[in-house]
């Protein structure tokens, strides 16, 4: 089962030994809605320029915890807006065909370790 983003930071943060008032000072964010972020408790997710800076102190990945937040990154909505009639369909198709998304997961990681 994959973790929520609440759960990756919230276990990062402690393996890096910050305190929820420790990392939520860095953000310059209230501990209170890091609390709640850590517990998917959160009303809405954060800004992209919040994710970017927990993945910096945390050692993660940005663009991975800014999908795992349930959000595209901004460099890619050039694209999407370029593509939108297509996004419902290829979603829907990888969604209902594991196979055919495992095959797209696969070469999109082989294209990029390549290069």
Do not use: C, W
């Amino acid at each position: 089962m994959s973790q929520s983003f609440g759960q990756v930071i919230r276990q990062r943060r402690k393996k890096k030994g910050y305190s929820q008032r420790e990392l939520a000072q860095k953000l310059e964010i209230d501990f209170t809605y890091l609390s709640k972020l850590e517990n998917d408790r959160a009303k809405y997710s954060p800004k992209e320029d919040i994710i970017r800076d927990l993945a910096a102190y945390l050692d993660l990945d940005a663009d991975e915890l800014i999908f795992l937040a349930g959000k595209l990154p901004e460099d890619n909505e050039d694209f999407l807006r370029e593509h939108y009639k297509s996004m419902p369909t290829l979603f829907r198709r990888m969604k209902e065909n594991p196979k055919f998304a495992e095959k797209i997961f696969n070469q999109a990681i082989q294209e990029d370790t390549e290069g």
